[in-house]
């Protein structure tokens, strides 16, 4: 979630954040507009009804 709010924030770009993820540009993108609209619960993957995107955002974050 960190590297999202980088994203935002504009301290890292979308491409670099896509690399630290293992996505791409375009999810990033995605995954950005989702938190800025509806927050943490907009990074939940509502087509699996799974909290994956946001588990590998989380484990992600300790990177920062």
Do not use: C, W
Not at 44 to 54: E, G, K, N, Y
């Amino acid at each position: 979630m960190n590297i999202i709010k980088n994203v935002i924030d504009k301290r890292i770009s979308g491409i670099d954040a896509a690399a630290l993820l293992n996505l791409s540009p375009r999810q990033v993108y995605r995954l950005t507009k989702q938190y800025l609209k509806h927050g943490t619960e907009g990074l939940i993957s509502h087509r699996r009804a799974s909290p994956v995107t946001i588990t590998i955002l989380i484990n992600s974050s300790n990177m920062f």
